[in-house]
């Protein structure tokens, strides 16, 4: 057992529900129209997962920060994770897509990678899903925070087919570098945006600033934005951003 989880344990659930907080105070002042569907636009997917120990609907207040047209036909999509223990907090169970072995999250910290590929299948069957319902692959975007943003990572880059991008905040590689042999070719076209505070004391800066070298390994390219003073949280600036990145990317929009 690492030394990490000798100490005492990590409440976890406190710590996504502190990112949740500043979603909800700022979309107070940040709500968004009514706004009716245009048959004419084109339709566009967003997928959102949430971090270890929160929930899909407490992150809805993550779309009132998209005021563009260029959204107007997107479906938002929060969905929460299955309760399973968590080892890195003895055991206990909360939500969580994935087991995660040690907190603070570290650039070598070790790696679960079978129960993350049982996370990407449910994943994958919600992108399937939506294509089925009509939406252009371009038009589907992952994006995650934390444990979500690890799991958005490893889902887009084992999609047997490129999609519109894959955003990831706060997050982490969560699987080895032998992996990447089975990334399909047009996985690895699909862009990456990685967000990461350098005061991150959960997910520690060192773990995200890996991630390009990763990525970079695999064929794949990565937009990496560093955060100084942020800590294991999301600010209005990365969502402001990340609504520019989709919709620069977005076919069929005007």
Same mark, same amino acid.
């Given at each position: ?57 407490? $992150? ?115 699987? $080895? ?78």
């Amino acid at each position: 057992m690492p030394t990490a989880l000798l100490r005492k344990p990590i409440v976890l659930p406190a710590v996504a529900l502190g990112s949740t907080i500043v979603f909800i105070m700022f979309s107070h002042c940040f709500q968004s129209p009514s706004r009716k569907l245009d048959s004419t636009a084109s339709r566009s997917f967003v997928l959102w997962l949430h971090g270890l120990g929160d929930s899909g609907p407490a $992150n809805e207040p993550i779309k009132t920060f998209f005021t563009s047209s260029a959204f107007r036909n997107t479906k938002w999509s929060f969905p929460s994770a299955p309760s399973n223990p968590v080892t890195c907090n003895y055991g206990t169970v909360m939500p969580s897509w994935f087991d995660i072995h040690e907190i603070p999250v570290k650039a070598d910290s070790p790696k679960d990678e079978s129960d993350v590929l049982k996370a990407v299948q449910n994943v994958h069957a919600m992108i399937d899903k939506e294509i089925a319902a009509g939406t252009d692959l371009n038009n589907v975007f992952v994006c995650g925070f934390s444990q979500g943003g690890a799991l958005t990572l490893a889902s887009v880059l084992l999609y047997p087919k490129r999609l519109g991008g894959g955003a990831v905040f706060s997050g982490w590689v969560p699987f $080895n570098s032998s992996l990447i042999e089975k990334f399909p070719p047009d996985a690895k076209k699909t862009p990456i945006l990685w967000s990461h505070g350098k005061a991150d004391r959960t997910v520690l800066f060192e773990a995200g600033q890996a991630g390009p070298p990763f990525l970079e390994q695999a064929g794949v390219s990565c937009e990496f934005k560093v955060y100084p003073g942020l800590g294991h949280s999301i600010t209005k600036e990365e969502l402001k951003y990340l609504e520019s990145w989709i919709k620069t990317r977005l076919q069929g929009s005007s």
